[in-house]
């Protein structure tokens, strides 16, 4: 299987570890765009789209293998083996961010750290938890996507995106949903809001820092409280920034709070 072609993959910048970066939800490779610059001179860059996003091949796209995070998981494992001659220092956004968890738990070696951008192990809230949605909310979202994607998408793109101050964030955001085939995100937002992979979190072995909105609409505060303090070795920064895509709406805080931790790990 051709990967590039699966999962557009495209090679930036030089320096090692290589550091591979994965886009959320509705998003693709470009997101990336404002934080590539500030790394690129010090690593080797490798952006690429999931199956059924941005400029993947759609045709790859398998309703049983994307049944569940690990079908991405395997993808992103596939990718690391082609393009890496050592561990990586992985960057995840959103679902991404557990995308990541999972890969890393089934090949830990492959992984020197991981940054984990705004990351929900659960959305739901259950006994003694806060994933900020109700089930009834989860359905409700599901249902409103189900019957109007395009509206879904243009109503909920700004808010989730935050940064009132740049509504052009927010448009662009709604233009990448809008962008992606509708039943395919149907399906891939099922199979991310109702995913649970809390029991996850403790088997990794991964340095991982986390990085967290301090006004998250998709991920609270609570919940980047709960994956730090369930997984070892975690590191938690608390951006102060309104939204759930700090990459881009705070990057100069993303940045400085993911130079400061792999300067750690170094």
């Given at each position: ?8 993959i ?19 490779q ?12 010090s ?19 398998d ?45 830990p ?9 705004g990351?929900?192990?659960?959305y739901?809230d ?6 900020g ?6 359905d ?34 709604s ?29 990794s ?5 986390i ?7 998709i ?14 070795g ?9 939204g ?9 805080a ?8 792999l300067?750690?790990?170094?």
């Amino acid at each position: 299987m051709n990967l590039q072609h699966r999962n557009n993959i495209r090679l930036t910048g030089a320096g090692q570890p290589l550091m591979v970066l994965a886009h959320g939800f509705g998003c693709d490779q470009s997101m990336w765009r404002y934080l590539v610059p500030a790394f690129e001179t010090s690593h080797k860059l490798l952006l690429f789209d999931l199956v059924g996003s941005g400029g993947s091949d759609l045709a790859a796209y398998d309703r049983d293998k994307y049944a569940t995070l690990h079908g991405y998981a395997d993808d992103l494992l596939e990718i690391i083996a082609a393009y890496a001659s050592g561990p990586v220092v992985f960057v995840g956004h959103s679902v991404s961010a557990v995308i990541g968890l999972l890969a890393s738990n089934k090949a830990p070696e492959l992984f020197a750290s991981q940054v984990m951008v705004g990351p929900s192990a659960c959305y739901i809230d259950d006994d003694g938890y806060r994933g900020g949605f109700s089930r009834a909310d989860i359905d409700d979202l599901l249902d409103t996507m189900e019957s109007n994607y395009l509206g879904w998408s243009s109503t909920m793109a700004p808010a989730i995106m935050g940064a009132a101050d740049r509504p052009e964030l927010g448009q662009e955001l709604s233009n990448s949903f809008c962008r992606t085939d509708p039943e395919i995100a149907k399906h891939f937002a099922r199979v991310t809001f109702l995913s649970d992979h809390r029991a996850d979190l403790a088997r990794s072995r991964t340095p991982c820092l986390i990085l967290q909105c301090s006004d998250d609409l998709i991920a609270p505060l609570e919940v980047g409280a709960y994956i730090h303090g369930a997984m070892p070795g975690s590191t938690l920064a608390i951006i102060e920034n309104t939204g759930h895509c700090p990459h881009m709406s705070a990057t100069d805080a993303s940045v400085a709070a993911m130079r400061q931790f792999l300067e750690r790990q170094a």
